[in-house]
């Protein structure tokens, strides 16, 4: 893992799980597959002990997690950019879902980070 630096040492250690339904194996160090009911094994690795699952690149994912409510915690990045087209991060598949601004970060670039946890029903 020389070269790789802090972060790249702390991807490649680092347990990962990669939902897929095409692949036979995984070959990143680390990394397993979840197959069948991606639901109730997310469900199952949130109750483990150990750090926070994040979700990364997976627009897909996002939407069918936030539809079983398994997100605590949406992070936005906001750029200054408008593109006027492109693929839409939310589909149609679920209801209006409420949230609260539990942190906010602007950086001299105009990016925005927001923090944001499902309001209490």
Partial sequence: MEGTGEFG???NTMPKYVVTSTLDKVEWSGSKPIR???AAE???LKEMPGRDLLLAGSG???NALTEEDLIDVYRFMVF?????????????GFDQRNLELTD???????VVVMDLVPAKK
């Fill in 9 to 11: 040492v702390m991807m």
């Fill in 36 to 38: 069948g009911d991606v």
């Fill in 42 to 44: 997310v469900r199952r």
């Fill in 60 to 62: 897909q994912l996002f």
């Fill in 80 to 92: 200054p950019v408008l593109l006027g087209k492109g693929k839409h991060l939310f589909t149609h």
């Fill in 104 to 110: 906010l970060k602007r950086f001299a670039t105009g």
